[in-house]
C-alpha cells in the first residue's frame, strides 16, 4: 500500500513536525507513506473573492501536478463525510482489497481546495465541522491514518 499525504506549504513548527515524523515511522511496517509539501501562493491578507480563486486555481495546478492518474484520491473538505476511526479503518482496508494500492490525502491551504481538487477527487473526507490550521491537520492525518492500521490488524491502540 503506497499513501500520500499532499499539503500545501511548508510545515515550520518543529513540535508538529516531531509528531508527523513519529507516525510516519511507525506507518512504515504497515503502508509506504510520502509526504509531498507543494507551495502556498503567497497572497495579502485581504484578497476579493476573484482573488481568492486565483490562489486556490495555482495551489490546485501544483497539487494535480502530484497525484497520478490511478491513485484514489481522499480531499480533507470541511463538507466531507465524517467517519470514525473504524469507519475510517474499514474504507481503507476495503481499497486495498479491491486493488487500490496508492491513496492520495490532499490538504488544502489556508483558503481551502480549489473546485478542480475537489472534482478529482474521489470522496471528501471530514473531520470536524471545526477549522483547523492545515499544518495541525496534518498530524491528525497521520495519527488516524496510523490507528486505522492498527485497527485493521487487531493491534493494541486505538481503545
Known sequence: MNISIISVGKLKEKY???????YTKRLGSYAKIA???VADEKAPEQLSEADMEIVKKKEAD????KV????????LAIDGK????EGLAKDIE???TYGRSKIVF??????????EVLKRADEKLSFSKMTFPHQLMKLILVEQIYRAFRI????PYHK
Open 106 to 115: 490532499v490538504i488544502g491551504g489556508s483558503l481551502g481546495l480549489h473546485e
Open 152 to 155: 485493521m490488524k487487531n493491534e
Open 16 to 22: 508538529l513536525k516531531a509528531g508527523i515524523e513519529e
Open 62 to 65: 501544483r497539487i494535480l501536478a
Open 35 to 37: 509526504e509531498i509539501e
Open 94 to 96: 476495503s481499497l486495498m
Open 68 to 75: 497520478s492518474p490511478d491513485a484514489y484520491v481522499i480531499a
Open 82 to 85: 465524517m467517519k470514525t476511526s
